[in-house]
């Protein structure tokens, strides 16, 4: 488990990061494969030695725009989701004329 290969102050860094990192760059909870992501770089992050708020934040915003996520609205984390699983965007829907 995650929390037992971090002590508790690192481990709650890592959720902070997690969260602003999805929270402004739009990624909701419904955007689990996206979230997923981010966290595991933000893992990767603090293996490499980086246990700082301001590096595990970084680390996750990086992980967002690999994935080409954006903060356009509550969508976001739904189109992240797609991308991250090689899923083709929804088409929008078209008006009825």
Do not use: Y
């Not at 979230?35 to 934040?57: F, N, P, S, W």
């Amino acid at each position: 488990m995650i929390a037992d290969r971090f002590g508790p102050r690192t481990f709650a860094k890592m959720e902070v990061a997690l969260e602003r990192a999805c929270k402004v760059l739009g990624v909701a909870s419904e955007g689990h494969q996206a979230r997923r992501h981010i966290a595991g770089k933000i893992v990767e992050c603090a293996e490499g030695g980086d246990k700082t708020l301001g590096g595990l934040t970084q680390a996750g915003r990086a992980a967002a725009t690999e994935l080409g996520v954006r903060h356009t609205g509550s969508d976001a984390g739904h189109d992240a989701a797609h991308k991250w699983a090689g899923q083709k965007e929804p088409a929008p829907a078209r008006a009825a004329h």
